[in-house]
Nanobody, 112 residues
Framework: QVQLAESGGGLVQTGGSLRLSCTAS???????MGWWRQAPGKEREFVAT????????VYNDSVKGRFTISGDGAKRSVHLQMNSLKLEDTGVYYC??????WGQGIQVTVSS
């Protein structure tokens, strides 16, 4: 089992920045770690992921150029640097490891 702990959420004004972190414990993460989000009344959607096995990153088109995902060499943590935040970035952000382990989620609220 992998346990995930998210941190770094909060309230920010449009155009501002936040940095989310997700740290894994338990057994090692083997392949991927990333972020999904869910806005009120909407389905959960993919944000970004890092693939440890080929050292590549993938982003949702809506965050390209604004968000950057990075990880540590030990495959224990990922970070999501979010810049130029928009109102539509508001939601609960979830960390996902190996496509099956979810974190509890952390609130990000962007206000005007």
């Amino acid at each position: 089992q992998v346990q995930l702990a998210e941190s770094g959420g909060g309230l920010v004004q449009t155009g501002g920045s936040l940095r989310l972190s997700c740290t894994a414990s338990g057994r090692a993460v083997r392949r991927t770690m990333g972020w999904w989000r869910q806005a009120p009344g909407k389905e959960r959607e993919f944000v970004a992921t890092i693939k440890w096995y080929d050292d590549t990153t993938v982003y949702n088109d809506s965050v390209k150029g604004r968000f950057t995902i990075s990880g540590d060499g030990a495959k224990r943590s990922v970070h999501l640097q979010m810049n130029s935040l928009k109102l539509e970035d508001t939601g609960v952000y979830y960390c996902l490891a190996d496509q099956i382990y979810w974190g509890q989620g952390i609130q990000v609220t962007v206000s005007s």
